[in-house]
Nanobody
């Protein structure tokens, strides 16, 4: 059974940092593109960042220069370092694994940024 489990969310003040982790089990992430999505209250889920199997990272414009995605295939995990957080970053953050037509989702971790 494939599981993606996010952790590291919480309450932080504007300008602060958090590091999200996504631990995978029941699958080997090395062949997968791994991504982070977020969904704010009343909003659609949006892609924040993804990293391809070969390690190429991509970011939505609103987080470029502030967020860094990384992967550790040996630990079967992916991370999202979030710096200079803003209130508009408040959302539930979801981990995603994708390989061709196969996709898996975690249950999310809540990030709340206070002003």
């Amino acid at each position: 059974q494939v599981q993606l489990v996010e952790s590291g969310g919480g309450l932080v003040q504007s300008g602060g940092s958090l590091r999200l982790s996504c631990a995978a089990s029941g699958m080997i992430i090395s062949s997968y593109s791994m991504g982070w999505y977020r969904q704010a209250p009343g909003q659609l889920r949006e892609l924040v960042s993804f990293i391809t199997a070969d390690g190429t990272a991509n970011y939505v414009d609103s987080v470029k220069g502030r967020f860094t995605i990384s992967r550790d295939n040996a630990k079967n995990a992916v991370y999202l370092q979030m710096n200079s957080l803003k209130p508009e970053d408040t959302a539930v953050y979801y981990c995603n694994a994708g390989l061709r037509t196969r996709y898996y989702w975690g249950k999310g971790t809540l990030v709340t940024v206070s002003s």
